[in-house]
């Protein structure tokens, strides 16, 4: 238990330099951290299933958009509190979830300004199923093997 909170915390991480050491600092004891991770996912997927829900009322595609894209975010964020922000956005943009990131993050914007701004349903609700496969992928970088797992799966299917 006590190497898991180390490296949850950021204190396991050997190669930070003083500078990032002290960004990433926080005086949130281990057990606030893991409350808040909980209130902010619990809060991620009420949001996403609120906006779904919303779906379906007249004009709900704004609001499904809305929601949804804030459940993401909220989801997203609550890993902040395990690992630290500046942790989290280094290992965010790390070579081997690069892509996903980019991706992921195009799509929470593009999901917004096609709900919002551009006023195109059909487009919204792509970039929402967008959203949901690129936070699957980027989740998946984290599991190792997860991803060729998936890919192996994939391929043997549509073969």
Not at 82 to 91: A, D, E, I, S, T
Request: one cysteine or more.
């Amino acid at each position: 238990m006590e190497k898991l909170r180390r490296v949850l915390s950021g204190q396991d991480d050997e190669e930070q330099g003083l500078t990032a050491q002290v960004l990433d600092a926080s005086s949130l004891s281990f057990n606030t951290r893991l409350k808040w991770f909980v209130i902010c996912f619990v809060a991620g997927i009420f949001f996403s299933i609120l906006g779904t829900g919303l779906l379906w009322l007249p004009g709900g595609i704004k609001l499904f958009a809305v929601f949804y894209t804030l459940g993401n975010l909220a989801a997203l964020a609550s890993t902040c509190f395990l690992m630290g922000p500046v942790k989290q956005l280094k290992k965010m943009f790390e070579t081997t979830r690069l892509l996903a990131t980019v991706i992921m993050l195009l799509c929470l914007v593009f999901t917004l300004c096609a709900a919002l701004w551009w006023h195109k349903k059909g487009l919204a609700l792509l970039f929402c199923i967008l959203q949901f496969l690129s936070m699957t992928w980027y989740s998946l970088s984290y599991i190792p093997y997860a991803r060729d797992a998936v890919l192996k799966c994939c391929s043997s299917i549509l073969s």
